[in-house]
Nanobody
Framework: VQLQASGGGLVQPGASLRLSCAAS????????VGWFRQAPGKEREFVAG????????RYADSVRGRFTISKDNAKNTGYLQMDSLKPEDTAVYYC????????????????????WGQGTLVTVSS
C-alpha cells in the first residue's frame, strides 16, 4: 500500500482546508486509516482515525467538532476536512494505514499502522 498525502498550505485562522490521502495497492475501504500531525519540536500526535470496513470514527479532543474524516471510493482517496483552523493546528500532517482492522482504542497508536504517507505541511497564521 502506498499513500500520497496532499492539500496542505498556508491559511488564516478560522479558515478551512481539506487534506487528501490517495491510496494505491489496496482498496481504501479495506483499510484502517489514521491521520496524525507533528508540530515543530513536538511528537507526532493522533488527529483522527477510522476503520472503513464497518468501524467507528475517532477524533482527538483537540479537533473534535472541527475536523471530519471521509473518503471517496471512486478515487480511492481519503480526506481530512479541517474547519475553524487555529494557529495550534500548524503541523505536518500524515496519513497512515493498515490492512488490519484496528479497534477504536488502537487508532491513536502510531505503531499499529504499517503504511505512511510523506506528510503535508499546514500552516495557520495571520
Amino acid at each position: 500500500v502506498q499513500l500520497q498525502a496532499s492539500g496542505g498550505g498556508l491559511v488564516q485562522p478560522g479558515a478551512s482546508l481539506r487534506l487528501s490521502c490517495a491510496a494505491s495497492g489496496r482498496s481504501f475501504s479495506s483499510l484502517t486509516v489514521g491521520w496524525f500531525r507533528q508540530a515543530p519540536g513536538k511528537e507526532r500526535e493522533f488527529v483522527a482515525g477510522k476503520r472503513w470496513n464497518g468501524g467507528s470514527t475517532r477524533y482527538a479532543d483537540s479537533v473534535r467538532g472541527r475536523f471530519t474524516i471521509s473518503k471517496d471510493n471512486a478515487k480511492n482517496t481519503g480526506y481530512l476536512q479541517m474547519d475553524s483552523l487555529k494557529p495550534e493546528d500548524t503541523a505536518v500532517y500524515y496519513c497512515a494505514a493498515t490492512t488490519r482492522g484496528l479497534i477504536w482504542s488502537d487508532y491513536d497508536k502510531r505503531t499499529r499502522y504499517d503504511y505512511w504517507g510523506q506528510g503535508t505541511l499546514v500552516t495557520v497564521s495571520s
